[in-house]
């Protein structure tokens, strides 16, 4: 755990100055089992202390990879004399943030740290089973990936924090031929925040979850291509949470908003069916802890949930403390850095659509002629809200019924008009937290929601 050397060098913070000193410790591991061979093996952890000090619209910025008082001092006094270099040439001078509730935060959670082989021998068991369970793969691959961060926030006129965040996910991918003799493939994750006692302590779930995925690849390797067009589908889970992130999180994130995405103009505006909500969580999501809670983020602001679409109508943005200023709003803690010399952006964290009252077997049955999207692969979105995915696994609609698995497609269009089709909801919500998003740094990230009905562009063959 790291040690707090941090709060005592409040005292050189400098007066008129708005002043952020983090120190930051993280972790990453990976193990990979392909056909039962270790392949890949990796521990890397890093430590460090990174300060921004705010001063007239400016911030200068400084880290060191070294956690020590005297760093810690440096850091803070470097931070400085950039500030004041950078408010020279700075023509627009700006009002200080609105001072923020100072308290100290402290996540129930610290870092726990696990043998590399009881991790390894995690995974190992783990592929034994499926290899004597599932004779006639073609491959196998068994990964495991954690990453975690612990983080001491110190502010001079924000909150100050000690919270840290763990995350174990597990990959299982299985391959094998299809009736025309090419590979298919499918895959799956499990965990999220905690530590693998948390996520794999019964390895009868898993167990359970591999058994399901061997049975959507066999139906895949008998599966058929998807007929191109725009279609009546049912988005999974997965799908809609990831193109609530891709396509709806990133058009709403308040940097980016004021670079010039789509989002800007729409504000209070209709974007959705009356039939969508999208809530970027930050702690707690509909009444239970949220998959990956954020407490505080990197700049001092107490994270809050940010309500981002609601009844369908665009309401707000995510938001740092010069956004919010900008937009003359409450800050919600949505400035996050990856590495404790990243400094903080606008960040995602637990974004969710909301749930409805529709049952999925109704919205199976009301579909004549369709297609049940079930899992994405690759894909990208812009500011325009325009956004292509692979699909990996899915399932044709014929009657109102599952029909034949189909083979990889794409689907596209632009997230605003494809979610005015949407005329179901189901009312479970599902949450994918296996999630690294690529804005300029890696973060982790969760995503989720029920599985909704509407009309997208499926690619075909």
């Not at 591991?29 to 430590?47: M, W, Y």
């Not at 239970?288 to 107490?302: F, M, R, S």
Request: charged fraction near 25%; include cysteine.
């Amino acid at each position: 755990m790291l040690e707090d050397i941090l709060t005592g060098k409040k005292s050189l913070f400098e007066t008129g100055m708005q002043s952020v000193l983090r120190g930051q410790e993280s972790r990453l591991r990976r193990i990979v089992i392909q056909n039962g061979n270790l392949v890949t093996n990796v521990r890397s952890e890093e430590s460090g202390i990174c300060a921004r000090v705010y001063l007239n619209g400016a911030y200068g910025f400084a880290s060191t990879a070294e956690y020590t008082a005297e760093a810690a001092a440096k850091t803070i006094a470097a931070a400085t004399k950039n500030a004041r270099y950078l408010d020279k040439f700075n023509t627009e001078k700006k009002n200080p943030y609105p001072i923020l509730e100072q308290k100290t935060i402290v996540s129930p959670r610290m870092i726990i740290d696990f043998e590399q082989k009881r991790l390894v021998d995690l995974c190992k068991e783990i592929d034994a089973h499926i290899e004597k369970t599932y004779p006639d793969l073609l491959s196998r691959v068994v990964a495991y990936r954690e990453d975690t961060m612990e983080k001491i926030i110190v502010t001079s006129d924000a909150a100050d924090g000690h919270v840290a965040y763990p995350r174990t996910t597990l990959y299982v991918t299985l391959n094998m031929t299809s009736k025309d003799g090419q590979p298919v493939e499918v895959s799956d994750a499990v965990g999220g925040f905690g530590h693998i006692e948390d996520n794999y302590s019964d390895l009868a779930k898993i167990y359970e979850k591999i058994a399901a995925l061997y049975k959507d690849l066999c139906a895949k390797a008998e599966g058929v291509y998807a007929s191109a067009g725009v279609k009546t589908v049912i988005l999974h889970p997965d799908v809609a949470g990831m193109i609530a992130h891709e396509a709806i999180g990133h058009t709403v994130e308040a940097d980016l908003v004021q670079g010039g995405s789509v989002a800007g103009p729409n504000l209070n505006k209709k974007v959705a069916s009356e039939l969508i909500s999208i809530t970027d969580f930050a702690s707690t999501a509909f009444g239970d802890k949220a998959p990956l809670p954020v407490y505080i983020d990197d700049e001092g602001t107490e994270a809050r949930d940010a309500v981002l679409i609601e009844n369908g109508i665009l309401k707000g943005f995510m938001h740092d403390r010069e956004s919010a200023d900008f937009y003359g709003v409450r800050p919600c803690g949505n400035s996050r850095g990856y590495a404790f010399s990243d400094e903080p952006l606008i960040r995602m964290r637990n974004t969710c659509v909301h749930p409805g009252k529709d049952k999925l077997e109704d919205m199976i049955a009301s579909v004549d002629d369709g297609y049940y999207l079930i899992n994405t692969g690759n894909g990208q979105a812009d500011l325009t809200g325009e956004f292509m995915f692979g699909i990996t696994m899915g399932y044709e609609i014929k009657n109102g019924k599952l029909g034949k698995a189909i083979l990889d497609t794409t689907v596209s269009g632009v997230a605003f008009d494809m979610l005015n089709t949407v005329d179901m909801v189901s009312d479970t919500v599902t949450w994918n937290t296996s999630g690294t998003c690529g804005k300029k740094q890696a973060m982790p990230v969760s995503m989720g929601g029920p599985a909704i009905k509407c009309k997208i562009m499926i690619g075909g063959r």
